[in-house]
């Protein structure tokens, strides 16, 4: 889209190539649409009019196939157009085209007005074609048909259990008269003969096994009544074995008899034809049944489809008015969500095009391109002003990283919401740790003095205070302002000046005069003194007879206090006129070397160890004094060592290491586990007459602190890192340090305080 100054510019859907093509489309297949949706419609009312008998086509086999591949045709059809349309609508909704998720939800609106009358009317089609075709193929009916089967064979086994329970009667009769049989045979004739008259067989025979006939008695010709086979005679038991007849209506039945050796027992009786001949007509009647209840399911089958059919052509047609109806509510909403996006984007010069015949929704386009243009008006004077107070903020942005005091804002709850570099450097934080936290847990020394500034109706308010940080103390110089309002949300600024090196300076050029004034006062009268104590020694000495030993002692105190005050009136003037330092490009390794060397041989009760770059480590620095300064400070090591108990230290031990892989700085650090420093004011140590040793001046760290800042290096004094004692850490940078910067100095040193040594 192009943007032109002063004027409205209409929005594009999509590219003219795309557009072009999408249209000529949608041209072509504009004709193929309805023409495809009546034509399904009028084959759908057709193939009912048919199946109903309306029409004075049969509908025969042959219709009906042709009638579907009619209507399979039309529905593959109406499904190529819908997936075609469906294709496209996707591959909008993919792109993320505007209304595209309102184009899905109104087909699927049409398609589902159009299914839901169809699951209904197909729930009603087959409920009432089950229930006009239950009658026939379900119910009493098919139970009937089920019980005649049963009941016919029923009847058969009946009449089987019947044979040989009788079976088993004269059975037991025979064996009973097996004496008569052996007495005579002709009464035992009699006497079967009888009793098969009186259980109705017509037939009886006694068998040998092997199939040998003994007796027969024949009361009347039995038509398809066969012997028994060797497989049944094998088969016979002292129960009676039933044997159907395979074919006709003769039951026969055999016995083993053990009173007469193992003969056989054979029976034979016709039973009513029907009874036999009836269960095969019974189960082909079921079977008929079965084949009807098969074609109730293929009629079923074929009027579903049929319907199915119908259903999926209405429902495609739904589908594409859906869709065609889509097309047209979306565009213009479409246009809109388009406008709307350029609006969202920045382009506030957009307007959308009003076609009359939209009706609303060109009323809507209409108050749209009221709403930007007022927009735009309302943009541009917020541009101006939003520009002017960017460039106010990088200008205070600029300003706060450029002092070198700490700058801090509050709001009304205590949160910081503003740090500027310098306050990092000096809280030893980062911003993204400072900022939200409550100025009273990351400065409590201050709490008082905000809390105060919070309740009262000041201004200004002004304090120093004492701040340590990773074993550094530092005097911080603050200052908290406020806006000239009494109000519960009221807003401070915290202002944080580093004064510590101000006032070691002050302090120290203070005590620098002291000393030369001390040393100029005190130095001339000590020589007489000495002298007029000495010559009396040697005058009077020999005189003196009383108390002799009394007045040597009072003048060898005299001489030996006299020089301890000469010792330290020579520390003052040291101190007051510490001599410039003659740079030149020097080896610190070898010098440090050479200190450690000496102490080690004048301290051999204590265990020193070295860590020194291998080769020479070469920086502009005087090698006198910082051979002066690092012997002091080894000096003092040994001597802390020496305050505290060897039972209760242990080994004495000083680790002296010289790093060189800071960027700026070569740093000395001297170690040992003595008494260490004090937890409080151990940075007052470095100025001058300050000490905790007994005994000593309080000169020795001032003069090294002086050295060092004359090279434009610094120490610091912490703690042993490894247990017990203390460490002093001291640098001095690498390339030659111009004095006379003084501002340079400075943030040098924050910078190396700020490192991790």
Known sequence: M??????????????????????????????????AVLLALTSALTTFLVLAGLTPIAPTHYVVIWVFILNGVLILLLLGIVAWQTKRLMRERRAGAAAAGLHVRVVGLFSLVAVLPAILVAAVATVTLERGLDPWFTGSIKNLMIN????????????????????????????????????????????????????????????EPDGTVVEKLQARPIEGAQPPTPEDLRDASEEALCLGPRSGNVFRSILKLPAHGGRILYVAREVDPRAVEFPPVAEAGVAFYEALEQKKVGIQV?????????????????????????????????????????????????????????????HLGETFNKMTSELRHQHDGLTAASE?????????????????????????????????????????????????????????????????MQHGRHRLMQRQIQVTRKGKERTIDVRVTGENVRSEERELVVTLDDITDLVSAQRTSAWADVARRIAHEIK?????????????????????????????????????????????????????????????????????????????????????????????????????????????????ATEAIAAVPEEERGQGRISVVLDDTHPTYLILAVTDNGKGFPAEGRQRLLEPYMTTREGGTGLGLPIVAKILEEHGGGMDLVDNPHGRGGQVRMWIPKTKHVASEETSVGSAKSDFRGASL
């Open 148 to 207: 005649t089967v049963e009941i016919a064979r029923s009847y058969r086994e009946l009449q089987c259990r019947t044979l040989a329970r009788e079976t088993q009667l004269m059975a037991a009769d025979l064996n009973r008269a097996k004496v008569l049989y052996d007495a005579d045979r002709k009464v035992f004739r009699d006497f079967m003969n009888s009793r098969a008259v009186f259980l109705g067989f017509p037939l009886v025979e006694l068998l």
């Open 2 to 35: 192009r943007l032109i100054s002063g004027a409205p510019v209409l929005i594009r859907q999509d590219n003219q190539a795309q557009r072009q093509t999408t249209d000529a489309v949608q041209r072509s297949l504009g004709w193929l649409g309805p023409t």
């Open 302 to 362: 074929a009027f579903a489809s049929m319907f199915a059919l119908i259903a999926l052509i209405v429902l495609l047609s739904a589908i594409w008015f859906g869709l065609n109806f889509a097309n047209k509510l979306v565009a213009p909403i479409r246009r809109l969500i388009h406008a709307t996006d350029q609006v969202a984007s920045g382009n506030f010069y957009v307007q959308v095009p009003i076609r009359r015949g939209e009706g609303d929704l060109a």
């Open 388 to 452: 002017l107070i960017d460039r106010r903020r990088r200008f205070t942005e600029a300003v706060l990283g450029g002092v070198s005091a700490g700058v801090i804002s509050i709001d009304a709850q205590g949160r910081i919401t503003i740090v500027n570099p310098s306050t990092e450097a000096l809280l030893s934080a980062s911003a993204e740790e400072l900022l939200g936290r409550p100025l009273t847990e990351v400065l409590p020394e201050v709490a008082d003095l905000v809390e105060e």
């Open 524 to 636: 001339n009268p000590l020589t007489p003194i000495q002298l007029s104590a000495e010559r009396i020694r040697r005058k009077y000495g020999k005189v003196i007879t009383t108390d002799r030993e009394v007045f040597d002692q009072c003048t060898a105190t005299i001489v030996r206090q006299v020089d301890d005050i000469k010792r330290m009136v020579d520390e003052f003037s040291s101190f007051a006129r510490m001599p410039k330092p003659s740079i030149g490009e020097e080896d610190l390794a070898e010098t440090i070397r050479q200190v450690v060397f000496m102490m080690r041989i004048a301290h051999p009760e204590i265990q020193f160890s070295d860590d020194f770059p291998k080769g020479p480590v070469v920086a502009p620095f005087d090698r006198r004094l910082l051979s002066q300064a690092a012997t002091n400070i080894v000096k003092n």
